[in-house]
């Protein structure tokens, strides 16, 4: 399984980016995704995550209400709609696919077993 980020960017506090993430294959609609991002120096940590069939999320503290992940099984895609942005939402933004098929979701990172390569999110103040 191959997981593509993209949609990162440049953007002045206050604006919005939306991050793409497109997998290989089609087992992709069985299988909860999340986004975890890492600031320089900082540790990974988890963003939000939507499970298998899109009806469930989770978020953040630091980001809900800003941000809204979603997912398009028959295009094999998530999303993070990311609002109102801020100087500490600066990272590099990663997708991952959690290891249990038709599983719950979860924000530890072991859970997740395929990491796309991130993509690099800029938010100037």
């Known amino acids: 399984v191959q997981l593509q980020a993209s949609g990162g960017g440049l953007v002045q506090a206050g604006g919005s980016l939306r991050l793409s993430c497109a997998a290989s294959?089609?087992?992709?609609?069985?299988?909860?995704m999340g986004w975890f991002r890492r600031a320089p120096g900082n540790e990974r940590e988890f963003v939000a995550v939507i499970n298998w069939n899109g009806v469930s999320t989770y978020y953040a503290d630091s980001v809900k209400g800003r941000f809204t992940i979603s997912r398009d099984n028959a295009k094999n895609t998530v999303y993070l709609q990311m609002n109102s942005l801020k100087s500490e939402d600066t990272a590099v933004y990663y997708c991952?696919?959690?290891?249990?098929?038709?599983?719950?979701?979860?924000?530890?990172?072991?859970?997740?077993?395929?990491w796309g390569q991130g993509t690099q999110v800029t938010v100037s103040s």
């Open positions: 294959k089609r087992t992709f609609s069985n299988y909860a």
């Open positions: 991952a696919r959690d290891r249990t098929p038709y599983g719950g979701y979860s924000q530890s990172a072991l859970r997740y077993d395929y």
